[in-house]
């Protein structure tokens, strides 16, 4: 049996490459290639998700006319991608090689963000598949989710050419180059999958890079062509989609706020909690912004839709302190979870005790439905947290909600760098670079 498993020492040294920044400059300002490919969204009907490219480095939001917005409740190549999905994780599936995907122990959307390209190498190389969420240090895994596949899944199976060839890691000197620590981080630091497949003397990389690769690099064979945001998407849905008991408490939950049934809602995240004070991610203390500097579009986008309704997520009390100086929007929220200790990442809290494991996931994997839920969405695509609700909204509805990120395009590469946005970008270099010594070439990238 193949175990792949996700390396998390990239993070660590991914981080010293980026420096960091203070420019006063408001991200109400975004590059002109931005405009000009908004400008474009502005004259194209939303029923082919495929006409942009979500990750380039300037696509950092999308707000296109309500006269543009569809939803596609019938997506056949979703459906079928779901389906193949469906055969491979399922006891019907007559595969010769096997995977076991497990989870990275991390922050809640990390840990299901970790699954994704293990999926993915099983869908494009045809293996059967497992998932062990034994370690998932939330709760029962089976309490928040189910999975959702099409009604006929479980008569279907894929054709027999649906697969590339697996590598072949006894001829391939690169998918050897591989160090046998108890992590399965490889010496040139880039992340990667390894499989231990029974031979420890010669461990197997492999990788499925994703970011600036094309749609064959990484795409199962009867797929390609589709975007990365097609595929996370939908495996996203498809795995974690609520529990009945979950589908109780967001029942309960929106009743308790007060979540309104006839009116729009836009979901805002304006993120300050344990990652703007990580030590091994500095740059991100200086993004890490108050309410104040997501106003400008807050009101942009309520003004554009017709949206008073709010539902305000945030780690900080300060921010639902902040918000009480717009008493021209109602505000919708949950509060602010119980504190960490200053400079405690969530993960250290939850094995020191400081943190309850289910508190914290069932707070975020509710927010994040109703975030989800949210007719437009504002916030920062470095959050597992914001790329979640869109990937899940996108799983479940097939269309792609209007929303604007403050710091970076969409982007899924677990452990790979991507650009954050010029105006970010530019505001981390004069931030930790003397004048004078500034570069602003270059972009500053974070860990995606």
Known sequence: MVRLRWGPALLVLATKLMLSSALQTSLDHISSKSRALESVLLDIHVDDYRKFDLMDKDFNEYLPHASEMATHPNLPEADEFKRHLGYLLSSRCSQPQRLTSTLNFGGFGSMLHSSIKPIMWGMKYGYCMNLNFDNFVYGKSKDYFQQNFPNDTNAFSPPADSFDRIPDCRTDLEAQNVRADRFDVPLDAQESYVASDGEEEHPCLRELPMLEQKSEEFMPKLFRGQPAFFAVSNIFHALFSPSSLM????????????????????????????????????????????????????????????????????????????????????????????????????????????????????RWYLEMMLMAESHAMIGKFSSNFFRAALEFNFGSTHSLKPYVSMDSSWCFGFGELHPLIKPVSDEIEEAFQPEGQRVYSDRHKFIC
């Not at 979540?259 to 909690?273: E, Q, Y």
């Not at 990580?278 to 104040?292: H, K």
């Not at 009101?299 to 921010?319: A, H, P, R």
């Open 247 to 362: 589908e109780r408490k967001l029942t309960e939950m929106k009743k308790r706020i007060n979540w309104p049934s006839d009116r729009k809602v836009l979901g805002l995240h304006v993120r300050l909690g344990d990652a703007c004070s990580d030590e091994t991610q500095t740059w991100r203390g200086i993004t890490c912004y108050p309410l104040s500097r997501f106003m400008g579009k807050v009101k942009e986008v309520t003004k554009l839709y017709g949206i008073k309704d709010i539902f305000l997520v945030s780690e900080s009390n300060s921010t639902f302190q902040e918000a009480q100086n717009y008493p021209e929007f109602n505000w919708i929220t949950n509060g602010a979870p119980p504190p960490i200790p200053a400079n405690v990442g969530i993960e250290q809290a939850l094995l020191g005790k400081k943190s309850t494991g289910k508190e914290v996931g069932e």
